[in-house]
């Protein structure tokens, strides 16, 4: 089992920036794979970035390249959202995700076996 605990969330002005984090214990050893998620009222969660523990790659979707950036801590076993430049649409609950595949990380949400219990930015003027 995985547990998975995010935090950073907050409310924000346009332009400014959030460090989302996500702490991960238990048994790591059952994911290789950790995710930012956004999910907004009435839709379903997207994926905004993933980060491949085995290769230490990160992948930024492309809606969000240039502002958004995920690194991890290895020995902290955490992983952050780093947001600059934040804009209204980047509102939403924010879930931390992570998941064991072979060869890559998935981008489906339902993919993925752990989760956390999100944390909200709210952007606005």
């Known amino acids: 089992q995985v547990e998975l605990m995010e935090s950073g969330g907050g409310s924000a002005q346009p332009g400014e920036s959030l460090r989302l984090s996500c702490a991960a214990s238990g048994n790591t050893g059952l994911m290789n794979c950790m995710a930012w998620f956004r999910q907004v009222p009435g839709k379903e969660r997207e994926v905004v970035a993933f980060f491949d523990t085995e290769k230490g790659r990160a992948t930024i979707d492309d809606s969000v390249k240039g502002r958004f950036t995920m690194s991890r801590d290895k020995a902290k076993r955490t992983a952050f959202l780093q947001i600059d430049n934040l804009k209204p649409e980047d509102t939403g609950m924010y879930y931390c995700?992570?998941?064991?595949?072979?060869?890559?990380?998935?981008?489906?949400?339902?993919?993925?076996?752990?989760w956390g219990q999100g944390t909200q930015v709210t952007v606005s003027a």
């Open positions: 995700a992570a998941g064991l595949f072979s060869g890559w990380c998935s981008r489906g949400s339902s993919r993925y076996n752990y």
